[in-house]
């Protein structure tokens, strides 16, 4: 048999693993790697910063439903990484870092780049594997794909020391086992038991709703729960890579700006992968209620019962379940058209029409104002985009102010930053987004703080031709300026950048459209333009500066803004 090094046992468990795009930036701890990524069928994607390899990997993800993938060289490409690693790792996002690291016969001796990966992201990472010998390097990497994929899914981190990468040996010797899997390999149903109760439950209630998280998009239960809610008439709230699954243009749809009134009233909630964090204030009172029965339905066995009390704890797979309980309802021939006139879901239906009026209203106001109110940016964009169109938040003020307007129809509509909520995430999620949707819109809404931090990947865009298109709300601040933050006021210097800085001019240095706003007249015509144009693209918007967040980012940030 053929001597081979460590890169291309790599290489090829990538291949197995169907990887069609790894998010990197080379360092002499990976060349082995690199070197055999293009004989295995696998893009190489080089970004500007190691941070963005990881929130490409992660967006890619979170729409395509298969594992992102970065790699990163030792040491400082491993620490530049956490960030975008630690986002995966909260919003349960199936992302394998390969990462790159000093020879392991250097341990504590102040080797070249010398860090330990796997002690660096143990608290937020699902899996964590140095490689300690060669004949194990297939097995380690195909356990970390199978555990970043595998419910609930997360972040794995493969971290192979120089030396051992090197290697060259016969690669009948690597270890057997480890097996991949998709995520259809591994789903179960639920106890036909508890299937039984559950829907004796929902049947008997007066004010149910369902509530949708990130198991939903991962077991791609969207046309499953579309024909439950159809069947059943129960409204439904979901959030986070679950949004979409019922598009929020359906009248049993509760958008997360306006939810409170529902999860904190109702009498059953059936929670489908639905994670409680501290934006729902960890199921308690006031955003959820402790009167309601709760039908926790989730592959993870501990996840159920987790914040809230599991009234009916059904371990399974959503999809599966859910199609459980629609066969079952069908079977028994349970009749739930009471709830189509109920009070419940004209109370749903009413206060849709009320929330969407006042905004209507409230925009209208400052539709004209110069400088450019965000709500105005924010109505004509959602005027102009497609309505297939993904859109990356990454900024603080616009946040709000779109999570107040923007209706999701899909799955994968909205990417956000999850419970971490850096900023600077936009354009490297973006990239990951469009290489996952290629041909279809990806906006990403940036701040001028984040696109500070993450902005010169526009240039990774350009450099592959990939049309992600950002619209800069640019009002020379990081942050609020102090008529939102008046204990500050006096007490330090403020948090501004040069006034008006004209990215529009940096970014067309590298090849992309851009367009500078002024004006609000001028935000529909510049927005056709670059639509129009095919290419990565930079709108800068020159904003008010006196306006800060709406509602502190509603349903895209997960918080909980009336």
């Given at each position: 048999m053929a001597k081979v090094d460590g890169g291309e046992l790599i290489a090829r468990v990538m291949r197995e693993n169907k990887v069609r795009y790894c998010f990197t930036i080379n360092g002499g701890h990976l060349f082995p790697i690199l070197a055999q990524l293009k004989s295995n069928d696998i893009k190489m994607i080089h970004m500007r910063h190691e941070q963005a390899t990881a929130y490409a990997a992660d967006a890619y993800a979170r729409i395509s439903g298969q594992p992102g993938v970065c790699m990163v060289t030792a040491g400082c490409g491993l620490t530049n990484a956490v960030t975008g690693l630690c986002v995966a790792g909260l919003t349960n996002s199936a992302v394998v870092c390969i990462s790159g690291q000093h020879p392991n016969t250097e341990d504590h001796l102040g080797s070249f780049q010398e860090a330990y990966g796997s002690e660096v992201v143990k608290s937020f990472s699902k899996f964590t594997k140095r490689v300690t010998?060669?004949?194990?390097?297939?097995?380690?990497?195909?356990?970390?794909?199978?555990?970043?994929?595998?419910?609930?899914?997360?972040?794995?981190?493969?971290?192979?020391?120089?030396?051992?990468?090197?290697?060259?040996?016969?690669?009948?010797?690597q270890r057997k086992g480890a097996r991949g899997f998709t995520t259809d390999d591994v789903r179960s149903s639920g106890d036909p038991a508890k299937i039984d109760r559950a829907i004796e439950i929902l049947h008997a209630a007066e004010r149910p709703i369902i509530a949708g998280g990130d198991g939903l998009f991962w077991s791609s239960a969207g046309p499953e729960l579309r024909e439950?809610?159809?069947?059943?008439?129960?409204?439904?709230?979901?959030?986070?890579?679950?949004?979409?699954?019922?598009?929020?243009?359906?009248?049993?749809?509760?958008?997360?700006?306006?939810?409170?009134?529902?999860?904190?009233?109702?009498?059953?909630?059936?929670?489908?992968?639905?994670?409680?964090?501290?934006?729902?204030?960890?199921?308690?009172?006031?955003?959820?209620?402790?009167?309601?029965?709760?039908?926790?339905?989730?592959?993870?066995?501990?996840?159920?019962?987790?914040?809230?009390?599991?009234?009916?704890?059904?371990?399974?797979?959503?999809k599966l379940v859910l199609r459980q309980m629609i066969n079952r309802i069908k079977e028994l021939k349970l009749d739930f058209s009471k709830n189509k006139s109920s009070e419940w879901v004209k109370e749903v239906q009413a206060t849709r029409a009320r929330f969407d009026n006042q905004i209507r209203e409230q925009n209208a106001k400052v539709a004209g104002n110069k400088p450019?109110?965000?709500?105005?940016?924010?109505?004509?964009?959602?005027?102009?985009?497609?309505?297939?169109?993904?859109?990356?938040?990454?900024?603080?003020?616009?946040?709000?102010?779109?999570?107040?307007?923007f209706t999701c129809r899909f799955m994968g509509a909205v990417v956000d930053?999850?419970?971490?909520?850096?900023?600077?995430?936009?354009?490297?999620?973006?990239?990951?987004?469009?290489?996952?949707?290629?041909?279809?819109?990806?906006?990403?809404?940036?701040?001028?703080?984040?696109?500070?931090?993450?902005?010169?990947?526009?240039?990774?865009?350009?450099?592959?031709?990939?049309?992600?298109?950002?619209?800069?709300?640019?009002?020379?601040?990081?942050?609020?300026?102090?008529?939102?933050?008046?204990?500050?006021?006096?007490?330090?210097?403020?948090?501004?950048?040069?006034?008006?800085?004209?990215?529009?001019?940096?970014?067309?240095?590298?090849?992309?459209?851009?367009?500078?706003?002024?004006?609000?007249?001028?935000?529909?015509?510049?927005?056709?333009?670059?639509?129009?144009?095919?290419?990565?693209?930079?709108?800068?918007?020159?904003?008010?500066?006196?306006?800060?967040?709406?509602?502190?980012?509603?349903?895209?940030?997960?918080?909980?803004?009336?």
């Open positions: 010998d060669w004949t194990s390097i297939e097995f380690d990497l195909r356990s970390a794909f199978r555990e970043a994929i595998s419910p609930p899914q997360g972040v794995a981190l493969f971290e192979i020391p120089q030396n051992i990468l090197y290697h060259h040996e016969d690669d009948a010797r439950f809610v159809e069947l059943t008439n129960i409204p439904v709230y979901a959030r986070r890579a679950g949004q979409g699954a019922v598009s929020e243009e359906h009248p049993l749809a509760i958008r997360g700006a306006f939810k409170k009134p529902f999860t904190g009233r109702a009498d059953v909630v059936l929670a489908l992968g639905f994670r409680f964090w501290s934006g729902e204030h960890f199921g308690q009172p006031p955003t959820w209620t402790d009167k309601a029965k709760y039908i926790q339905v989730d592959p993870t066995p501990t996840r159920i019962g987790w914040q809230v009390n599991a009234d009916v704890p059904v371990v399974g797979d959503c450019i109110h965000p709500a105005r940016l924010c109505d004509d964009l959602i005027k102009v985009i497609d309505k297939n169109a993904t859109t990356v938040i990454d900024s603080f003020t616009l946040s709000g102010w779109m999570s107040r307007a930053a999850g419970p971490l909520a850096p900023v600077g995430h936009g354009v490297g999620m973006g990239i990951g987004v469009q290489l996952a949707r290629p041909g279809q819109q990806v906006v990403v809404i940036a701040g001028d703080g984040g696109l500070g931090i993450g902005g010169f990947d526009m240039e990774t865009a350009a450099r592959y031709k990939l049309p992600v298109v950002t619209i800069l709300w640019n009002n020379s601040s990081w942050g609020p300026n102090f008529d939102q933050m008046p204990g500050l006021a006096g007490k330090t210097d403020p948090f501004n950048m040069l006034p008006e800085i004209r990215y529009d001019k940096i970014f067309a240095e590298m090849g992309c459209h851009t367009e500078l706003v002024r004006s609000p007249d001028e935000i529909v015509p510049a927005l056709e333009r670059t639509f129009k144009s095919g290419k990565p693209a930079l709108v800068n918007v020159i904003g008010d500066t006196s306006v800060g967040n709406a509602t502190l980012g509603g349903n895209l940030l997960g918080s909980t803004g009336a």
